[in-house]
T-cell receptor
């Protein structure tokens, strides 16, 4: 079973920041937080991952709370192409990805 | 730099038949994982291949088997197809375990319909 809890759906206005929350209250010290997204009928796309520190790449930023029990994925300027299901996954090194139901993000013009 | 590729893109089979799906990993990757995604669900892990051996396996019956070739490409075989095997089959590649956290990159998937 997935070890994360995410809202079922969210809306975001185009051009605004999309903030997607994830709860992982039972995360252990050696588990990473991964984010993937899946645009309809395509394979999941890796976005970002982190252990303790906040991370940023060309796609998004990942903010992990100090107690590591929750995190937020930030898409700084959402576009219509960011409409997708976003999956937050906690995972030990070299273990399979366990997907939950994710958050369906709709970016609205 | 070629990403993960899968073939075929779509496939239709009938119950009881056998199917083989193929995956070529991203350049520089040597580990292949297979996932099944039923309609409306998240992907579920089937198994992972590294050094031509099955390294980890999810909760799938023996009808699901695989193979990895010396060039790191992989096949997923499903025997005695059931209607419930209809799904999107995803392949993900990564660089070998033991070198720190490995990130899996997914292919576009093969959509299998069993009639």
């Amino acid at each position: 079973d997935a070890k994360t809890t995410q809202p079922t759906s969210m809306d975001c206005a185009e051009g605004r920041a999309a903030n997607l929350p994830c709860n992982h209250s039972t995360i252990s010290g050696n588990e990473y937080v991964y984010w993937y997204r899946q645009i309809h009928s395509q394979g999941p796309q890796y976005i970002i991952h982190g252990l303790k520190n906040n991370e940023t790449n060309e796609m998004a930023s990942l903010i992990i709370t100090e107690d590591r029990k929750s995190s937020t994925l930030i898409l700084p300027h959402a576009t219509l192409r960011d409409t997708a299901v976003y999956y937050c996954i906690v995972r030990e090194e070299n273990t399979p990805l366990v997907f939950g139901k994710g958050t369906r993000l709709s970016v609205i013009a | 730099d070629a990403g993960v590729t899968q073939s075929p893109t779509h496939l239709i089979k009938t119950r009881g038949q056998q199917v083989t799906l193929r995956c070529s990993p991203k350049s520089g990757h040597d580990t292949v994982s297979w996932y099944q995604q039923a309609l409306g669900q998240g992907p579920q892990f089937i198994f992972q291949y590294y050094e031509e051996e099955e390294r980890q396996r999810g909760n799938f019956p023996d009808r699901f088997s695989g193979h990895q070739f010396p060039n790191y490409s992989s096949e997923l075989n499903v025997n005695a197809l059931l209607l419930g095997d209809s799904a999107l089959y995803l392949c993900a590649s990564s660089l070998v375990a033991g070198r720190g956290q490995e990130t899996q990159y997914f292919g576009p998937g093969t959509r299998l319909l069993v009639l």
